[in-house]
């Protein structure tokens, strides 16, 4: 994978694709993407059609694919919390449901035993109306583009795009990571999509196109670090911060948690500083498609950087 190849695959990031994605799956057809939701009419909940539609675009780039069932509930609603806040943690009594976990695979060429996971949670917030544009719609879309630019592409090592879930409980993550431990998966590195773009109002109104990449250990500090001389390296033009998160979290914390700690969280601000965050009003109208766009390129120079030279 030389430089020059990186460049066009950059380039070849596709934001109208990104752009009619996020509103399939927050707006139109899908208002949201849980397992307690159902359309008018439709037979199937929102989740499930969200995760049909990935897989039939997952199948179409060519990719081995695999759902992976992982019982879990909804989140409870808490009013009395603030706004972004208001989940709290089900009941024994409250129904249990079966949500998938899906994985697009491809094998490497040279070191097929060394595996790079692209993550990223699909379902939209289970205890509140959100179309969950931002959290995360935009995470998702940009996993799956980043898989479309490489189906055709042999790569070195092995990917796995996989798509979890984060806002029902318990994360779905957390039984991706295990079962990859059991299996003695060797994976080298993580790249957690959720929240790309998303930023402050006084940041989105200053048109500045932000990138946090937040690590909570040495070798995903090494990881961030290679993040953004990647920004550099091509041009991508974001302002890039890592991050030192006291504690590992979210999707990548959990493979941190399973022994894989060259795992980072590629988010547009950190703390999220998304005034939409949790509520109704996290719509597709409001992502800065820009900045998604950018730090999708920047994400895939990334994990290729990784195929390239291995993890740093
Ligand atoms: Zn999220």
Known sequence: MNRELICRLIRQVDSQRIRDNLFYLSKDPLPYRKLNYTSAGHE????????????????????????????????????????????????????????????????????????????????????????????????????????????????????????????????TSVAAANNAKERGDNIVAVFNLDGLGAKSREDQDAGRKTHVTAFSMPEGERLACMVGEVNDRYSIGLEHSPYQRPHPNDDDGSFVKAGYPAAVLMIGSFPYADPNYHCETDTPEYTDLQNVTMSVQLGLASALTVDEAGAP
């Open 44 to 171: 199937k909940c929102s989740l499930y059609e969200a995760d049909d539609f990935l897989e039939e675009q997952l199948t179409s780039f060519g990719y081995r694919f695999e759902r992976e069932a992982v019982a879990v509930q909804a989140v409870r609603c808490d009013p009395s919390k603030p706004k972004a806040h208001q989940y709290s943690p089900p009941l024994p009594e409250d129904p249990w449901y079966t949500a998938f976990n899906l994985y697009a695979r491809k094998t490497g060429c040279a070191s097929p035993e060394e595996i790079i996971v692209v993550v990223s949670h699909k379902d939209s917030q289970s205890w509140v109306d959100s179309p969950g544009a931002n959290d995360n719609a935009v995470g998702t879309v940009g996993n799956l583009e980043i898989a479309r630019l490489l189906a055709e592409v042999p790569t070195k090592r092995s990917f796995c795009f996989l798509f979890c879930n984060e806002e029902h409980s318990p994360w």
